[in-house]
């Protein structure tokens, strides 16, 4: 620990972290500011991943169950978008290529994206040379479900 004789502030003397951050935790523990920004970002695009949003009224709807179709109070009753991939045109989404967006499943759907989003991230912290660290939350195991016959 280096500590300044003017100011008296307490610095690692390796890496220059303030010691009140560091104190405890070994210096390759200590995640730098760049390094939280990348995966702060990343986070938010894994959580907005989740989020459909009304390209007429711009709120923001988090499905959590139900029917892929979802609408908006603020759109005329006769159109037909839905929020199912925040394209306002669905049928001709790169999203679901001839796949009906009401069939598909939501769960599904959010999990492949953010595991590409993790992904994505884990490769920006290699190529920027950060030590590799988790980005967003844990993934759980695959779901057993029992079969009925």
């Known amino acids: 620990v280096f500590t300044c004789l003017n100011c ?13 951050e560091h ?3 070994r210096c390759s523990e200590i995640e730098r500011d760049a390094e939280t920004r990348l995966r702060r970002e990343f986070e938010e695009r894994m959580t907005q991943a989740r989020v459909r949003t009304c390209y007429q009224c711009k709120t923001a709807v988090m499905k959590n169950g139900g029917c892929n179709h979802i609408t908006c109070s603020s759109l005329p009753a ?10 306002p045109n669905p049928n001709a989404c790169e999203c679901h290529g001839s796949r009906c967006p009401v069939q598909s ?3 599904e759907d959010e999990s492949r994206a953010i595991s590409e989003l993790r992904a994505q991230g884990l490769k920006r912290q290699r190529d920027e040379g950060f030590q590799e660290r988790p980005i967003g939350p844990d993934q759980p195991g695959p779901s057993k479900r029992s079969r009925h016959s």
């Open 23 to 25: 104190f405890g935790k």
């Open 78 to 87: 006769n159109d037909p978008y839905s929020h199912f991939c925040n394209h």
């Open 105 to 107: 499943s939501t769960e």
């Open 8 to 20: 008296e502030k307490e610095v690692c003397r390796l890496c220059g972290t303030d010691w009140e």
